[in-house]
């Protein structure tokens, strides 16, 4: 029972194998935009999704909030609202000759709140003091406060695949982060479509020695795999070449996709997308190396035990997302300690996922709280990194600081 909840978890706890490649891709089907209630219809173009960012049509857009568009170069746009001229740092892009920019950025900086419904898949820029009764309002989520010797620290436990219904954040969380001097995630995976990393993912996760995924693992859950990726649309063999842990995470990433959660709308990159755009330093507690090579060097016996969990419970996946979304969302604590808790049924995995790498990172963060320069570290890791006996803040209290929950 508790394996196929670890899958799941493994959610909120390692970013690296799920944001492997994070495309530009068109938004779900059926999203649209509304201003104030009116819906924008687009001639050319539509919202896409790119790296967790929302990019509308800048023109259009621009004209159904009567914003009008002065000039617009790659990083800058000049626009006349109420009147008044402003000047806007965004990185544009440009897709079949359409100019798109990202909807929050934008929204903001013409005087509208930009909300999500999740009901009916539409992004909703608000006017400043008006109401609308479909508004949904976002998550929670986890945050706690360390400071020390002039320092801050903000912790925030991160769900590292999402959809729009997680958005917005609440206040606590943006003005934290306005705040911050630096932004420090696990690994930055924005850069996870490098080729570089790209590399690292097939070198480490495919076979190198003539073998296949079938040579490694038992008939049975071989054969259970082939019906699942056909029932899934994809070729039985799609996967052959990859390892377990591979395997694994993908299935899990596919379950999750179907129930409409990407990593390309978490939190993490959510924040990185944000730091970008402020040119806000980000610093990495972890590496693509070491989050990989944690997964490759797990035991043939826990690949497989792992991936036949993944298999057995494929069907009722999609409804445990939706549950770890809902925890996330209304930041219940217990709940988020009862799933971390679920790990200790094996030593092994639970050892390599959340006590080494706890105390890792946990240590850099004691760093930071003693560099004694006066400065705010805001920290986006896997939620499930934070609570328990093993957790990053019972850690930091163990060296003295008080952890206070925001």
Do not use: C
């Amino acid at each position: 029972m508790m394996n196929w909840k670890r899958t799941l978890l493994s959610l909120t706890i390692s970013v690296g194998l799920l944001a492997s490649a994070v495309p530009a891709m068109a938004a779900p089907q059926g999203t649209s935009v509304k201003v104030n209630d009116q819906a924008v219809k687009y001639a050319t173009g539509a919202p896409i999704l790119e790296k967790g960012t929302t990019l509308v049509p800048l023109r259009t857009t621009l004209d159904a909030m009567d914003v009008q568009l002065t000039t617009a170069t790659d990083d800058t746009i000049t626009a006349v609202v109420d009147g008044k001229t402003i000047t806007l740092k965004s990185k544009l892009t440009r897709i079949n000759g359409v100019t798109y920019a990202p909807i929050r950025i934008v929204g903001d900086a013409a005087g509208y709140e930009v909300r999500w419904d999740a009901a009916t898949r539409t992004v909703l820029l608000v006017s400043k003091g008006e109401t609308t009764e479909t508004v949904q309002t976002g998550g929670r989520g986890f945050m706690w406060e360390v400071e020390n010797n002039g320092n801050r620290v903000y912790l925030v436990g991160s769900m590292h695949i999402a959809d729009e219904s997680f958005y917005p954040l609440r206040p606590e969380f943006e003005e934290a982060f306005a705040e911050a001097d630096y932004l420090g995630v696990e690994i930055d995976i924005s850069k996870a479509a490098d080729e570089e990393q790209q590399k690292l993912v097939l070198s480490l996760g495919s076979y190198q020695d003539g073998t296949t995924l079938k040579d490694h693992i038992s008939s049975k859950t071989y054969t259970k795999l082939g019906d699942i990726l056909k029932k899934s649309g994809l070729e039985p063999k799609a996967l052959d070449a990859f390892k377990p842990w591979v395997v694994e995470s993908t299935l899990a990433s596919l379950k999750s996709a179907s129930a409409g959660y990407e990593a390309a709308s978490g939190v993490d990159l959510y924040f990185i997308q944000k730091a970008i755009e402020r040119k806000l330093p980000v610093i990495e507690l972890e590496s693509y190396e070491s989050q990989l090579g944690m997964f490759n060097e797990f035991s043939k016996d826990l690949q497989e035990k792992t991936l036949k969990a993944t298999l057995d419970n494929f069907d009722v996946l999609d409804d445990s997302v939706n549950q770890m979304a809902d925890m996330w969302k209304t930041g219940n604590d217990e709940q988020l300690l009862e799933m971390t808790n679920s790990f200790s049924d094996d030593e092994e995995y639970n050892k390599a996922m959340l006590v080494d790498r706890n105390i890792g990172m946990a240590d850099k963060i004691d760093g930071y709280l003693k560099s004694g320069k006066g400065e705010e570290y805001f920290i986006v890791i896997g939620a499930a990194h934070y609570l328990g006996d093993h957790g990053i803040v019972k850690l930091l209290e163990d060296k003295g600081y008080k952890v206070e929950r925001k």
